[in-house]
């Protein structure tokens, strides 16, 4: 009986202190479609420290929305991409049971670590000599970039964002839907054309497109 008793007591134990460390604690966002808090929370939590504020691009990674960013990547990928990121994002994030930050409390969740903890874990895991640790962190790095990059303050500052410019209509844009859509989405009719370019160059000092212009105040 005491046996049977001290074995519940172990299981309901570990169960609490993992509900404790995987799910509790994390703040719930309602707005994201895929993402759940413990994947915004982390993202967030690497992004401060990867694009960090005054760096080479002024655009600190915490105004980069990195967590809308991936809730919108996971919208066009199959379930089990999605899955595979989540324990990408996992397995990151509850790895300092294993390899610890440097300092007190090191062994706690990446997201709650000081930036200068989370700093050396990421640092840990790029210089680190096994392969397959470098290769995590190459996966993160990447899913990360491509979100920052991307984002229109991010591109305005690296001159990259694009004009709003109104093209022509032509012969084959009445062909050729978007890519993956209908020919039935074709928006324009013959009637629509327009004359081709007559060659002026495009104003490279023009108004940006408007998904990238600065919002107004």
Known sequence: MLRRMLFWTLVLGTAALFWWRVVAGY??????????????????????????????IPVAGTDADLPGYVDRYFEALPRGLRTQMR?????VEHATLLWPAPGPGGRRRFTELSVDQRAAVLAEWNDSPRYLRQLVFAALRAILTMGYLGHPAVLRHLGLAPL????????????????????STIPWTRGELTPPSDGTPVDLEGALHPSYAEPLP
């Open 27 to 56: 703040p719930k966002r309602p707005q994201w479609l895929y993402l759940k808090p413990s994947d915004a929370a982390f993202l967030e939590s690497v992004a401060e420290v990867m694009y960090p504020a005054g760096g080479a």
């Open 164 to 183: 709003d410019i109104e093209p022509p209509v032509l012969e084959a844009d009445l062909l050729y839907p978007r890519i993956g859509e209908h020919p």
């Open 87 to 91: 324990l990408l994002f996992r397995l």
